[in-house]
């Protein structure tokens, strides 16, 4: 089954600063300009935690909103220093935040942490964008939905509001390297992450399921050709207003 938006969420990791406001503003255009694209999108730009307070005061837009690539497990405050809660994410207007991003997996967070950090984001009511997906060791050896399952199972539970999450199929090996998987072989993975999240979670609601790694605007086009996509994560392209519109143009041709 699919769902009725498809999301175009930008993770800008850290890039950006103030002036990149104007970027985001091309994008609010094209999408008052294209109201047949916008009506079926959602638009979400996941920025530095420097920028988002700005950003969602300076651009008060109905079709895009902003969110945060990450927060900490504790939900409001503490003695952590460097760290920003989902209290603190909520407060300054992000109302999506990203977490299990496999450069955060690198940097120490593991399934259970992501599941504490899952729990604070929904706590605040936050909406979470939540990423899954083998590295490339894990691929070759043939484990890929082990690896999922896996990663599903220890992150998410049966008392959630899965209304608010989001699920990023993200192939590790693909993020950054212009490589993607076979066009078959997502549609594959995000049926079958579709089918475990009601399998292991015990509900009827199919999931919204995004495909992430190496997204571009010509790429676009064949990922397009499976509805099963619910939409995209797009990184290093999302830096670009011209190339975030041009995927979505072009998806929708
Ligand atoms: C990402 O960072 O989530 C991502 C998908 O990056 P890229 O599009 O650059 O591969």
Known sequence: MTNKFKYFIGNWKMFGNLASLNSIKQVHNFCLKFKKYTSKSKIIYCVPYT????????????????????????????????????????????KYVIIGHSENRFEGDTNKLIKQKIESALKQNLNVIFCVGETLKEKNKGKTFKVIKNQIKSSLSKKYNFNKIILAYEPVWAIGTGKIPKIQTVKKTIIFIKNQFQKILKVKKTPVVLYGGSVNNSNIRMFSSISEIDGFLIGGASQSSKKFIDIIKNYYK
Not at 53 to 70: D, M
């Open 51 to 94: 920028l988002i307070y700005f950003f969602s005061q300076k651009l008060k837009s109905k079709f895009i909103s902003f969110g945060a690539q990450n927060c900490h497990f504790v939900e409001t405050f503490g003695p952590y220093t460097g760290s920003v809660s989902a209290s603190m994410l909520k407060k300054v207007g992000a």
